[in-house]
């Protein structure tokens, strides 16, 4: 594969995380915090964070940046956490002014899982990839609902927290906490050379 650059949202939220796993698999990344830089990047990630926080940062322009950069330049897109949420199609306990991208056609419901102090890591299969993965929740969201063209790829007590649809890809908890890059590989994967 030819050499890429995975850019990372960094308005909001753990971005750092992403940066030292990509590091660690020997991927060149970039910060994003301005729609223009978008150009550089041949992939996207959405840390976890405050979605409401992220969404209130974002400006139409860099939204609509988001979009065509998948849309029409086929960049992958990984959101994971609050990312999740930003990149849904429908929010069911979102503020009334979020905007979410509808990039996956996904609906979900933010903080599910309880407060911070409910957070806690479990492990989790990934069939399709043959691996278990620690997986970290952390005031997750729940997906709610799939559309038919979205894959699960994993799930926990029968709630999908893994999904794709085409090169879109979006995790309720936290990968980049885990010691096993499993998942970010596989976004990697979907980066065409």
């Known amino acids: 594969m030819a050499?890429?650059?995975?850019?990372?949202?960094g308005l909001q939220g753990g971005f750092l995380e992403h940066i030292h796993m990509l590091g660690a698999l020997n991927v060149e990344s970039k910060i994003i915090k301005y729609p223009e830089e978008l150009e550089d990047v041949q992939a996207l990630i959405i840390p976890g964070g405050e979605s409401t926080t992220i969404d209130r940062l974002m400006s139409d322009e860099f939204r609509q940046s988001i979009v065509e950069a998948n849309k029409s330049r086929?960049?992958?897109i990984f959101g994971t956490c609050a990312g999740a949420i930003i990149l849904a199609k429908k929010i069911h306990n979102g503020k009334e002014w979020q905007k979410p991208l509808g990039l996956i056609d996904i609906?979900?419901?933010r903080n599910a899982y309880g407060r911070q102090i409910d957070s806690f890591d479990t492990v989790i299969n990934i069939p399709s990839l043959g691996t278990l993965i620690r997986a970290v929740f952390i005031r997750s969201p729940e997906i709610v609902n799939i559309g038919p063209k979205v894959k699960e790829l994993a799930n926990f007590e029968e709630l999908p927290v893994l999904v794709q649809e085409g090169n879109v890809l979006v995790s309720t908890f936290h990968p980049e906490l885990s010691v096993n890059p499993v998942v970010h590989k596989y976004f990697l994967s979907l980066v065409k050379s």
């Not at 050499?3 to 949202?9: D, F, P």
Request: glycine share 16%.
């Open 3 to 9: 050499k890429i650059r995975v850019g990372v949202l």
């Open 74 to 76: 086929g960049i992958p």
């Open 107 to 109: 609906e979900i419901k």
